[in-house]
């Protein structure tokens, strides 16, 4: 993040997706989740599909941020 004036300027984020994940340790344990642990079964899109139907979204929102100003959240 980069700030001047005390106003951000712009701000890098990162997320992970655990696709394939059947278990989590730790205080990770009651909080995670990943696609095969939401389908109940082993996933069999294509890595690409995930990864290009969650930028897409991601896109949709963030130009909905752009134009209202509002997260929806």
Avoid: C, P
Wanted: charged share 30%.
């Amino acid at each position: 993040m980069s700030v001047k004036e005390n106003r951000a300027e712009y701000a890098i984020v990162g997320i992970g997706i655990n696709i394939h994940q059947k278990t989590f340790e730790g205080g990770l344990k009651e909080k995670a989740t990943s696609v095969d642990m939401e389908l109940k079964k082993e996933s069999e899109q294509d890595l690409s599909v995930i990864v290009k139907t969650l930028w897409t979204r991601f896109t949709e929102l963030y130009r909905e941020y752009i134009e209202t100003g509002d997260l929806g959240f």
